[in-house]
Structure formats: structure tokens, C-alpha cells
T-cell receptor
Framework: GESVGLHLPTLSVQEGDNSIINCAYS??????FIWYKQESGKGPQFIID?????DKRQGQRVTVLLNKTVKHLSLQIAATQPGDSAVYFC???????????FGTGTRLQVFP | NAGVTQTPKFQVLKTGQSMTLQCAQD?????MSWYRQDPGMGLRLIHY???????DQGEVPNGYNVSRSTTEDFPLRLLSAAPSQTSVYFC???????????????FGQGTRLTVV
């Protein structure tokens, strides 16, 4: 069945370093992917998205990479800051459906 | 512009009680959805709607009903609450996702439900 999962449940990085959060998906028909950030006690917040016809997309301090060959998605955060500490989710939408399906999440901890 | 508003923020129910979680958005979004999030877990899709009068089941629909009589509102009903429904519930809205183009989904702040 369709599933979206993450390799690392917890990622600890030092402030100023770059962070890489990974996500594997199993549905090759998925055509749109989104990364969300969720801080404690809050709802998820949109970070960046990417369509399946792209390999890379950049935002402010964030980059999403999509490798459709191995069905892998990653979120890179440059110069990680304490405010980046949160749980990060990847989510996918499959073409011709309207279901936004979330993965299980990775907790990013930033230490000084 | 309030975005997505969920009420109540907290609720305690006894097993077998019914209640409705309210969700309203003021962004004229066609698409609305409900998720539940269990501790240490991701969000699981309960029900969703692509427009007024249209609803469909997500990943975990059992025990929940929804309706979409207006564009703005998408209430989630628990007909007979069970302890397994203890969770944090999030409502989200966006312009149409999937076939006709996609935009980011905006989430409410969540409703923390405990069933005892």
C-alpha cells in the first residue's frame, strides 16, 4: 500500500551546521511532495514543496532534493539555528487523488 | 483573516459520548481535511473534502463522520467516543490539491481530545 516513511527518528546537530532530513516513499505514482515543520503544541507549517518533474528546489536556507529512481526525498537546512528545532514531516500526494499523506516524522534537535 | 480555526482546543469525553469538533477557514479554500496525531507519530488522514457537498474517507475513517455543507466549515463528529480516539486532531485547508494544481495546506492549532 501507499506509505511515506523516514529513516531517522531523531537528528541532533550543532548550531551553524547543515542538517539533512531524509524521507523514503513507496508510491511511485506520487507526484507532489511537501515538507512540514511542527513545533511543540502547534499545527504543521509548510516549509517547501516539490513536484515530481523536478529534482531540486531551493528556498530560504532550505533545499529539497527528490530522487525518483530510489523514491527518496531529503530536506537540507543550511546553518541550522535553535529555532529550527522541531519535528519535520514529509508528505505526498498521488496524482489523481486528493489525499495528502504524511510520514512519521523526524525530530531535529539543535544544540549550541 | 484568521486562517484555520479549530474549537475546542481541549476536550475530555467519557466512553460512548458524542461530540463535534469544529473547523472553520476564511480563505475560501476548496479543500479541507481532518487528521489525527497520536503521541510520537505522524498525522493520519481521517476524512477530507474537495468542496461543499463532497466528502471522502482517508486512511483512518472508522468512528468518525464529516459533512461539508459550506465552503468555510468542516465539522468532525465522533458518534460514540472510544479510548482509542484519544489523540490530537488537526484540521487543514488549502486550495485544491492533486489533479488541478497544488498549494500549501494551512493547519489549525489542533484539538486535544481525551476519552476516558
Amino acid at each position: 500500500g501507499e506509505s511515506v516513511g523516514l529513516h531517522l527518528p531523531t537528528l541532533s546537530v550543532q548550531e551553524g551546521d547543515n542538517s539533512i532530513i531524509n524521507c523514503a516513499y513507496s508510491n511511485s505514482a506520487s507526484d507532489y511532495f511537501i515538507w512540514y515543520k511542527q513545533e511543540s503544541g502547534k499545527g504543521p507549517q509548510f516549509i517547501i514543496d516539490i513536484r515530481s518533474n523536478m529534482d531540486k528546489r531551493q528556498g530560504q536556507r532550505v533545499t529539497v532534493l527528490l530522487n525518483k529512481t530510489v523514491k527518496h526525498l531529503s530536506l537540507q537546512i543550511a546553518a541550522t539555528q535553535p529555532g529550527d528545532s522541531a519535528v519535520y514531516f514529509c508528505a505526498e500526494i498521488t496524482y489523481n487523488t486528493d489525499k495528502l499523506i504524511f510520514g512519521t516524522g523526524t525530530r531535529l534537535q539543535v544544540f549550541p | 483573516n484568521a486562517g484555520v480555526t479549530q474549537t475546542p482546543k481541549f476536550q475530555v469525553l467519557k466512553t460512548g459520548q458524542s461530540m463535534t469538533l469544529q473547523c472553520a477557514q476564511d480563505m475560501n479554500h476548496e479543500y479541507m481535511s481532518w487528521y489525527r496525531q497520536d503521541p510520537g507519530m505522524g498525522l493520519r488522514l481521517i476524512h477530507y473534502s474537495v468542496g461543499a457537498g463532497i466528502t471522502d474517507q482517508g486512511e483512518v475513517p472508522n468512528g468518525y463522520n464529516v459533512s461539508r455543507s459550506t465552503t468555510e466549515d468542516f465539522p468532525l463528529r465522533l458518534l460514540s467516543a472510544a479510548p482509542s480516539q484519544t489523540s490530537v486532531y488537526f484540521c487543514a485547508s488549502s486550495h485544491r490539491v492533486g489533479r488541478s494544481g497544488v498549494t500549501e495546506a494551512f493547519f489549525g492549532q489542533g484539538t486535544r481530545l481525551t476519552v476516558v
